[in-house]
């Protein structure tokens, strides 16, 4: 079934090139900052201090912990979360990217968003996902020196790292530890979106090879994480509350709950060369080249559901849920499918540059050419 989102700005939003910035990015320095007042208590009111000071401070501290708090609504907000490259003043007359921007951000079905958030359902707040990371090296000086953007790091096959010419974005769009990931998100105007940033969709080989890949030149893995499957390391088994109906965008809307979690909220579910959530949260729009000249959308389907779809026919599923409680078996008249790197689905193929299928689970992640080192 496909669901379809406006297309009142479609060839504007497929423009390419250098845009204007509309907001300013929330940079890696600024989650350390996060991660310090994560590890500190609430500070001491002054004696002198008014009582409403206290209780701001209060409220502030507990929407740290709120994980309902990162679920913005405001295109105001949702912008916020990230930022597009300047563009020429000169190109201004026939790429205005605050346009697409604001027509195509906001909490209704046609625009992207977190989802519906009257429905939707997340279980870790900010703090208990900064700490989860507490630690962790997101990005070295050296990759972001290569990748030239905050949030990415290169991938390569054979060990040998000087060869990359791709680097991939950490996190699901908007690319941001702790926060939550876009839905609602047509590859069109997902192609846009990282256009904006200087960067592309990625290829569905960047995208496995993102996921199976050792930067040392080892095996390939199965799953990011390992080679036996386990719903406990990614955001893949929970159970869709009430009655989901995806047959309209509208009522899949006013249904079907988003029920993701901030990235890098599952600090196991990361691969080899560091990418985090690809299994679960949310599934991918990725880009697959059908001939020589046509490219053609590609998803991966895994999201925070996962476990309803699984196929359960694979031989690791009884060994991946040992000493807990059974799976509920999925209807005979859904599909299932293995959540592996390599998997190959073909669903919603569409043209790139005509591609309007979205979706309550439905996100993406950026890639970005880069030349090979000497």
């Not at 700005?9 to 204007?20: D, E, N, P, S, W």
């Not at 791709?166 to 908007?174: A, G, L, Q």
């Amino acid at each position: 079934m496909t669901l379809r989102a406006s297309r009142t700005v479609a060839l504007l939003a497929f423009a390419i090139g250098c845009t204007k910035a509309v907001q300013q990015s929330l940079e890696e320095p600024q989650r350390e900052a996060a991660r310090d007042a994560a590890r500190e208590a609430a500070p001491e009111r002054d004696a002198s201090a008014p009582e409403a000071g206290a209780s701001q401070g209060a409220d502030a501290q507990a929407e740290f912990d709120d994980p309902m708090a990162l679920h913005h609504e405001s295109r105001e907000a949702l912008l916020a979360l990230f930022s597009v490259q300047e563009y020429a003043p000169e190109r201004s007359a026939r790429l205005r990217p605050d346009l697409f921007l604001n027509n195509n951000f906001g909490p209704t079905p046609s625009r992207m968003s977190q989802g519906n958030k009257a429905i939707a359902h997340h279980s870790i707040g900010k703090r208990a996902c900064l700490e989860g990371l507490s630690g962790v090296t997101l990005q070295t000086e050296a990759q972001r020196s290569r990748c030239g953007s905050p949030n990415m790091v290169p991938i390569y096959k054979g060990g040998a790292e000087k060869s990359a010419t791709t680097c991939v974005d950490i996190f699901e769009f908007p690319n941001q530890a702790c926060e939550l990931p876009i839905v609602w998100s047509p590859p069109t105007h997902a192609a846009t979106l990282c256009a904006l940033q200087g960067k592309r969709l990625c290829t569905q080989g960047e995208w496995q090879l993102a996921c199976r890949g050792d930067p040392s030149g080892g095996p390939d893995r199965r799953y990011a994480y390992g080679d036996a499957l386990d719903l406990s390391v990614c955001n893949t088994h929970k159970k869709r509350v009430g009655s989901c109906d995806p047959h309209t965008a509208q009522r899949a809307y006013q249904t079907c709950g988003t029920d993701t979690e901030p990235s890098g909220a599952f600090p196991a579910c990361r691969s080899r060369f560091g990418v985090y959530d690809q299994h679960g949260n949310v599934a991918e729009i990725m880009t697959r080249k059908e001939d020589a000249t046509h490219t053609v959308t590609q998803l991966k389907g895994s999201a925070f559901f996962y476990s309803e779809v699984m196929r359960p026919s694979d031989a690791e599923f009884a060994s991946a849920i040992a000493a807990k409680a059974p799976l509920p078996k999925p209807p005979a008249d859904r599909e299932t499918y293995p959540d592996t790197c390599n998997f190959d689905p073909r669903w919603h193929v569409e043209p790139i540059e005509n591609a309007w299928h979205v979706n309550y689970h439905l996100g993406f992640r950026c890639c970005k050419t880069v030349a090979p080192e000497p």
